[in-house]
């Protein structure tokens, strides 16, 4: 039992560091989102030209979403036409060069690592079109495409299908701050906690499991600590394998790659964790179901090497800038809730989240929350605000 509470304690303490920052980082995505139709997304993907990726990793960031509905998205704008590179440069910008995730990073493990995201995420992006380039046959992407165009359904399919964005034409600002702007926040907002509350509870609690019952001198053996070329060289590689099996997607893998870089993971090892998210078992699986056997492997094969090659290149470009953070330093939260500034932070968003919950309930959200699973095949869901806002 006492073991238990710890863990336990760890993960209320992780929680409450990051809860003003979740909720700084939605909104920041929530009213991005506001304003971005996606129905505008497929005529903008028509090829996988730099200057196409380029965009698709612009929306994807704009599109922010949990690494299933991400998934998702990426299937249903490839069955609309999209380019199939282009469509995993998007899914890739969505799930990992997103707000949320750097303020998290930030927070948790230092602005360096905030850094390495928006900097190993266009390279990831890159390397992933080139693979594409020299080994994405013609017969493999027309398997890929019979397969998706069979509809199978994966997880998050309605989420993914709705456009929650504004619909009355206008500057920016304009758009933003009417109403039916504040109501289209409010359904982004909450949404997009519903798709990813499972997953960052998952995170915390096996991150809090970890660090109070696995202990440093593990980690450090495995991840060859003591021996600093092996660990950056190490790191990469097993940074994804890791990621492979912990079931963990989204931004609920971040609490453990505190852990692990605690642990003595390499800083390109954490990046290449943090990036396979889309990597984990159960998106493989989705994979399968939405492209074939054949094309998850390869998706598997490609991401895998990409993510590898980003994690590299993030370790010797920040160590020879020399600002990697020192392991030394790497902290897991465990002092609970006292009266500072992560408190007054907390109280001052978590209001603000209590009148986006309001405004979301008060608008149809709940109805909304139904349609997540939804239907790959079926109608494009829409929130009330589609047509009115009160």
Same mark, same amino acid.
């Given at each position: 039992?006492?073991?238990?509470?710890h863990?336990?304690?760890?993960?209320?303490s992780?929680t409450?560091?990051?809860?003003?920052?979740?909720?700084?980082g939605?909104?920041?995505s929530?009213?991005?989102?506001?304003?971005?139709?996606k129905s505008?997304?497929?005529r903008?993907?028509?090829?996988?030209?730099?200057?196409t990726?380029?965009?698709?990793?612009?929306?994807?960031?704009a599109?922010s979403?949990?690494?299933?509905?991400?998934?998702a998205?990426?299937?249903?704008?490839?069955?609309?036409g999209a380019?199939?590179?282009?469509?995993?440069?998007?899914?890739?910008?969505s799930?990992?060069?997103?707000?949320?995730?750097?303020?998290?990073?930030?927070?948790?493990?230092g602005?360096?690592?905030?850094?390495?995201?928006?900097?190993?995420?266009?390279v990831?992006?890159?390397?992933?079109?080139?693979?594409?380039r020299?080994l994405?046959?013609?017969p493999?992407?027309?398997?890929?495409?019979?397969?998706?165009?069979?509809?199978l359904?994966?997880?998050?399919?309605?989420?993914?299908?709705?456009?929650?964005?504004?619909?009355?034409?206008g500057?920016?600002a304009?758009?933003?701050?009417?109403?039916?702007g504040?109501?289209?926040?409010s359904?982004?907002?909450?949404?997009?906690?519903?798709?990813?509350?499972?997953d960052?509870?998952?995170?915390?609690l096996i991150?809090?499991?970890?660090?109070?019952?696995?202990p440093?001198?593990?980690?450090?053996?495995?991840?060859?600590a003591?021996?600093p070329?092996?660990a950056?060289?190490?790191?990469?590689?097993?940074?994804?394998?890791?990621?492979v099996?912990s079931?963990v997607?989204?931004?609920?893998?971040?609490?453990?790659?505190?852990?692990l870089?605690?642990?003595?993971i390499?800083f *390109?090892?954490? #990046?290449a @964790?943090? $990036?396979?998210d889309?990597? /984990?078992? !159960?998106?493989?699986?989705i994979? =399968?179901?939405?492209y074939?056997?054949?094309t998850?492997?390869?998706?598997?094969?490609?991401f895998?090497?990409s993510?590898v090659?980003a *994690?590299?290149? #993030?370790? @010797?470009? $920040?160590?020879?800038l020399? /600002?990697? !953070?020192?392991?030394?330093?790497? =902290?897991?939260?465990?002092?609970?809730?006292?009266?500072?500034?992560?408190?007054?932070?907390?109280?001052v968003?978590?209001?603000l989240? *209590?009148v986006?919950l309001v405004?979301f309930?008060?608008?149809g959200? /709940?109805?909304?929350?139904r349609?997540?699973g939804?239907?790959?095949?079926?109608?494009?869901?829409?929130?009330?605000?589609?047509?009115?806002?009160?």
């Amino acid at each position: 039992m006492p073991a238990i509470l710890h863990a336990l304690s760890i993960t209320g303490s992780m929680t409450w560091e990051i809860t003003w920052a979740l909720i700084l980082g939605f909104t920041l995505s929530a009213i991005v989102q506001a304003v971005v139709r996606k129905s505008t997304i497929v005529r903008l993907l028509g090829d996988d030209r730099p200057r196409t990726l380029a965009r698709a990793a612009g929306l994807g960031m704009a599109s922010s979403s949990c690494s299933y509905a991400a998934v998702a998205l990426a299937r249903s704008l490839f069955r609309k036409g999209a380019n199939f590179t282009a469509a995993m440069a998007f899914e890739i910008a969505s799930t990992n060069l997103v707000v949320e995730l750097g303020v998290i990073l930030a927070l948790l493990m230092g602005w360096q690592f905030t850094a390495a995201e928006f900097i190993g995420g266009p390279v990831m992006i890159v390397m992933l079109a080139v693979l594409f380039r020299l080994l994405l046959r013609d017969p493999l992407l027309r398997g890929a495409r019979v397969q998706a165009e069979r509809g199978l359904a994966g997880a998050m399919e309605g989420h993914a299908a709705m456009d929650m964005s504004v619909r009355r034409p206008g500057p920016f600002a304009q758009r933003l701050l009417s109403r039916e702007g504040f109501t289209s926040t409010s359904h982004v907002f909450v949404m997009e906690w519903a798709a990813i509350l499972k997953d960052l509870v998952i995170g915390l609690l096996i991150a809090g499991a970890v660090a109070a019952w696995v202990p440093d001198g593990f980690w450090r053996g495995f991840f060859f600590a003591g021996h600093p070329l092996a660990a950056k060289l190490w790191g990469p590689l097993i940074g994804p394998l890791v990621a492979v099996v912990s079931f963990v997607c989204s931004i609920g893998n971040v609490p453990l790659a505190v852990v692990l870089w605690k642990g003595g993971i390499s800083f *390109g090892g954490v #990046v290449a @964790f943090i $990036f396979a998210d889309l990597l /984990i078992i !159960p998106i493989l699986n989705i994979y =399968r179901k939405y492209y074939g056997a054949k094309t998850a492997l390869f998706l598997l094969a490609t991401f895998y090497v990409s993510m590898v090659v980003a *994690g590299y290149c #993030v370790e @010797f470009l $920040f160590d020879g800038l020399g /600002i990697v !953070p020192e392991q030394a330093r790497a =902290r897991i939260p465990a002092e609970g809730v006292s009266w500072n500034y992560t408190t007054w932070l907390n109280i001052v968003f978590l209001v603000l989240a *209590g009148v986006l919950l309001v405004r979301f309930a008060r608008t149809g959200g /709940i109805a909304m929350l139904r349609m997540m699973g939804g239907s790959p095949a079926g109608p494009e869901p829409r929130g009330e605000h589609g047509h009115s806002a009160r």
